[in-house]
């Protein structure tokens, strides 16, 4: 899917010659030229690059910088204005913008800036993704050990009752059914202790990992 990049730039003759030059890179373009249609953009859509130029009709690019600062998943800005004074490009730094470049803007420079930016937006996305499989992971492991606690207790109880079963009947084929619920039991225990020390569940598309614990399985082996 190609890359949306969102271009704010109120010179129309450069934001024609800007547009023209991405959409050749392959890139998908939003136009804004003020500060309230970039909002309006960025309310509706998700580009992943801004071009963000400070000089407005309505306002400071500063103003939209700011609001994207705001957002951890926002896109990343490279600035683009015709002032090349240091504190100009501090301010636009640290509120948050990826790059700074000057006007009039040199094209190989402003593809290069792209490439990063674009690299490093999808590390942050990778990262966070990750994050995220963590928690979920942490969270299904939590409840793993719950129910294997829970289950544990009540076969607890059931191999408890029937090794007293045991001891009280003479019956050979009533013993042989109760020796058979105490190895079937004693299996789901051996299934349970596995569950609860498996440090991953692995998801089946991902064939190229081998589960910690295939509880398929163990669910055909014989405990009989």
Do not use: W
């Not at 407005?56 to 926002?74: A, I, R, T």
């Not at 015709?82 to 790059?99: C, E, H, K, V, W």
């Not at 606690?149 to 084929?173: A, F, N, R, Y």
Request: glycine fraction near 4%; proline fraction near 4%; aromatic fraction near 4%.
């Amino acid at each position: 899917m190609p890359e949306q990049l969102l271009l704010i730039e109120d010179d129309v003759v450069l934001q024609i010659a800007i547009s023209a030059m991405l959409r050749r890179e392959g890139y998908t373009l939003l136009m804004a030229r003020s500060v309230a249609e970039a909002l309006t953009h960025l309310q509706r859509e998700h580009p992943i690059i801004v071009l963000l130029d400070l000089g407005l009709p309505d306002g400071s690019g500063f103003d939209v910088l700011q609001q994207l600062n705001q957002s951890p998943d926002g896109p990343m800005v490279i600035v683009t204005t015709a002032s090349d004074t240091l504190p100009t490009a501090i301010n636009a730094l640290r509120l948050g913008a990826f790059d700074y470049l000057t006007k009039p803007i040199n094209n190989d420079l402003l593809r290069n800036a792209i490439r990063r930016a674009t690299e490093y937006y999808r590390l942050r996305q990778s990262a966070r993704e990750i994050e995220l499989l963590r928690a979920h992971e942490e969270a299904m492991r939590a409840t793993a050990r719950a129910a294997a606690h829970h289950i544990s207790q009540h076969l607890t109880v059931i191999m408890g009752e029937t090794q007293l079963l045991q001891e009280e009947l003479s019956d050979p084929e009533v013993c042989a059914s109760l020796e058979r619920i105490l190895r079937a039991t004693e299996h789901a225990a051996q299934i349970l202790a596995d569950l609860r020390s498996a440090r991953h569940f692995v998801i089946k598309e991902f064939h190229a990992v081998a589960p910690i614990l295939d509880l398929d399985a163990a669910s055909d082996r014989d405990p009989m």
